[in-house]
């Protein structure tokens, strides 16, 4: 059975291009996890290839939505700048998420 839910660390990084997007890559094996389980419940997946999530890092909990990534073959997940200022995260930083799948 697939657990919807897990925590992993990753490095924070700075989006390469227009804006100041920053976000977490998740790991690889839990990334083809998400992608079989969004490519055989129909209605869970969105544009991009988007699936909703529960995120809690620290003290912060919020929905958003993770995205596949070619570059990384992995799924990243975006950090907002209002999550950031209160866990006090910057680029490269090394961050402890929990994540969930939203159902």
């Known amino acids: 059975m697939l ?3 897990f925590t992993f660390t ?3 990084w700075l989006w390469q291009g227009k804006g100041a997007w920053h976000f977490i890559t998740l ?3 839990k990334s083809e996890e ?3 389980f969004s490519e055989n419940l129909q209605g ?3 544009g991009w290839g988007a699936v909703r999530v ?3 890092i620290g003290n912060t909990t919020w929905q958003t939505s993770i995205f ?3 570059k990384a073959d992995a ?3 975006p950090i907002k700048a209002e999550v950031r200022k209160k866990e006090k995260i910057a680029a490269s930083d090394s961050v402890k998420v929990t994540l969930e799948i939203s159902m």
């Open 3 to 5: 657990d919807l839910s």
């Open 10 to 12: 990753g490095k924070c």
């Open 27 to 29: 790991p690889k094996d």
């Open 34 to 36: 998400i992608k079989f």
């Open 44 to 46: 869970k997946r969105r």
């Open 54 to 56: 529960l995120v809690t």
């Open 68 to 70: 596949p990534h070619s």
């Open 75 to 77: 799924y990243i997940l």
